[in-house]
């Protein structure tokens, strides 16, 4: 391990990966075109064309994996919105919401060659702070974590498989 990096990302390194699911699988499947002489992929929750870039790719992988094999429809979830959080404009990559339109899960997305660090899930606990999901998912496509937040015990456990 290198000494001369941080002690959150040391953190996660030494963590058992518990959620084994990858989403790489899931890219070959993405709708892309080239546009403009740039490359977009097909987004079927905001029913739009977007410009890809690595954590796009990773995204709409995740995308394509909670509707092909979850059975989430697109109507169930949003993506890149803006919130406020203690009056600071927000914007979350991924969000679930349950059959009663309530937040399920927030989504945490980072490109395929971005490692996990502690970070990354105080970046989506921080987002939960105002939408109160109960489940967090920190992906690169590669490593996914997945947390239930125990809201009244202020704590989150790591599980090792998605909740849905």
Same mark, same amino acid.
Not at 29 to 55: A, S
Not at 102 to 130: C, H, R
Not at 139 to 149: A, H, L, R
């Given at each position: 391990?290198?000494?001369?990096?941080?002690?959150?990302?040391?953190?996660?390194?030494?963590?058992?990966?518990?959620?084994?699911?990858?989403?790489?699988?899931?890219?070959?499947?993405?709708?892309?075109?080239?546009?403009?002489?740039?490359?977009?992929?097909?987004?079927?929750?905001? #029913?739009?064309?977007?410009?890809?870039?690595?954590?796009?790719?990773?995204?709409?992988?995740?995308?394509?994996?909670?509707?092909?094999?979850?059975?989430?429809?697109?109507? #169930?979830?949003?993506?890149?919105?803006?919130?406020?959080?203690?009056?600071?404009?927000? #914007?979350?990559?991924?969000?679930?919401?349950?059959?009663?339109?309530?937040?399920?899960?927030?989504?945490?997305?980072?490109?395929?060659?971005?490692?996990?660090?502690?970070?990354?899930?105080?970046?989506?606990?921080?987002?939960?702070?105002?939408? #109160?999901?109960?489940?967090?998912?920190?992906?690169?496509?590669?490593?996914?974590?997945?947390?239930?937040?125990?809201?009244?015990?202020?704590?989150?456990?790591?599980?090792?498989?998605?909740?849905?």
């Amino acid at each position: 391990m290198d000494e001369n990096q941080p002690e959150s990302q040391k953190e996660l390194n030494n963590m058992k990966i518990l959620l084994d699911l990858s989403f790489e699988p899931w890219v070959k499947l993405l709708k892309t075109r080239q546009h403009v002489g740039k490359m977009e992929v097909y987004d079927p929750v905001r #029913r739009k064309y977007i410009h890809l870039n690595q954590e796009e790719l990773v995204r709409q992988a995740i995308i394509r994996f909670m509707m092909d094999v979850k059975g989430i429809p697109r109507t #169930r979830m949003a993506v890149e919105k803006q919130f406020l959080v203690n009056g600071l404009k927000k #914007r979350f990559d991924l969000l679930i919401f349950d059959h009663n339109a309530m937040p399920f899960m927030i989504v945490e997305v980072k490109a395929f060659s971005v490692k996990l660090a502690q970070i990354t899930m105080d970046q989506a606990g921080w987002y939960n702070f105002e939408l #109160r999901a109960p489940y967090l998912l920190i992906s690169n496509g590669v490593q996914s974590f997945v947390y239930e937040i125990d809201f009244p015990n202020n704590t989150a456990k790591m599980l090792n498989e998605l909740p849905l």
